[in-house]
T-cell receptor, first 109, second 116 residues
Framework: GQNIDQPTEMTATEGAIVQINCTYQ??????LFWYQQHAGEAPTFLSY??LDGLEEKGRFSSFLSRSKGYSYLLLKELQMKDSASYLC??????????WGAGTKLIIKP | GAVVSQHPSWVICKSGTSVKIECRSL??????MFWYRQFPKQSLMLMAT?????????EQGVEKDKFLINHASLTLSTLTVTSAHPEDSSFYIC????????????FGPGTRLTVT
């Protein structure tokens, strides 16, 4: 079966750094996406990794290790508006997106 | 670029009636559109995938006669919830994909359906 695991919930402090992990076991791999979803809103694209390594985009970075079936999303200089759910999704061998359950990130002042 | 709209943004209907939700790609042609459902505090659940001009592919457990999907053009897909029941109340989100080597999905703002 196909499986994507992420922590259900994480709490961090404003101004700090937080790392959200995602591990996957899928039939094939054609890339991994991270999306942000605020409550009651649709997901918005954050990053796409298909090769190993770190992709940096402003305060957000995403890392991928295909051999380990592992990715993380790193958020720096946390702001209150970063409180949201973060969804990890893997593009499998059929180019279907397999979604994780999401990690709810709570930012405290 | 890559804007997807949905209409309506929210709808309340009575049990037994049908509701149509529209999903439009405003500034690009979407070869594939996806329909998701999301219950409170849960993740996205893919309902079906539709390609322009062909029948939608439904995920296991999704009743195709209840959730009618029409992808009539490269910019429009519709989801009709037929004979709605209170348990159909949910947040319905569509997304669209360019096609080719671009697999990113662009999401619409979602439609909140409440069936009374």
């Amino acid at each position: 079966g196909q499986n994507i695991d992420q922590p259900t919930e994480m709490t961090a402090t404003e101004g700090a750094i937080v790392q959200i992990n995602c591990t996957y076991q899928t039939s094939g791999f054609n890339g991994l996406f991270w999306y942000q979803q605020h409550a009651g809103e649709a997901p918005t694209f954050l990053s796409y990794n298909v090769l190993d390594g770190l992709e940096e985009k402003g305060r957000f970075s995403s890392f991928l290790s295909r051999s380990k079936g592992y990715s993380y999303l790193l958020l720096k200089e946390l702001q209150m508006k970063d409180s949201a759910s973060y969804l990890c999704a893997v593009l499998d061998s059929n180019y279907q997106l397999i979604w994780g359950a999401g990690t709810k990130l709570i930012i405290k002042p | 670029g890559a804007v997807v709209s949905q209409h309506p943004s929210w709808v309340i209907c009575k049990s037994g009636t049908s509701v149509k939700i529209e999903c439009r790609s405003l500034d690009f042609q979407a070869t594939t559109m996806f329909w998701y459902r999301q219950f409170p505090k849960q993740s996205l659940m893919l309902m079906a995938t539709s390609n322009e001009g062909s029948k939608a592919t439904y995920e296991q457990g999704v009743e195709k006669d209840k959730f009618l999907i029409n992808h009539a053009s490269l910019t429009l897909s519709t989801l009709t919830v037929t004979s709605a029941h209170p348990e159909d109340s949910s947040f319905y989100i569509c997304s669209a994909r360019f096609g080719g080597d671009n697999y990113e999905q662009y999401f619409g703002p979602g439609t909140r359906l409440t069936v009374t």
